[in-house]
């Protein structure tokens, strides 16, 4: 958890370098990777230390099969647990 939240902090710092890192690891032009990181995934989309959507994606597991029945109050506690940061 230390080192994903570690390369979410440098993927939106101010180092310029950011940008040109991404660009040249996933071959596409540094204005591409601007846009995408600034307008498709902000950095709070990306939180390590947030869970958002339980309360839509709960029903749709359900509807799927992917589990049998909602999950009570207490599991999605149980079963998400983030360390806290340092």
Do not use: C, W
Not at 16 to 37: C, G, H, L
């Amino acid at each position: 958890m230390k080192a994903y939240r570690e390369s979410i902090d440098y993927m939106y710092s101010s180092n310029p370098r950011v940008i040109t890192d991404y660009a040249e690891f996933a071959k596409v032009p540094e204005s591409m990777v601007q846009r995408v990181r600034d307008e498709f995934f902000p950095k709070s989309l990306v939180n390590p230390d947030q869970i958002h959507g339980l309360d839509s994606l709960i029903p749709e597991a359900v509807n799927l099969k992917f589990i049998s029945a909602p999950l009570t109050k207490e599991q999605p506690a149980e079963l998400i647990q983030i360390s806290p940061r340092k």
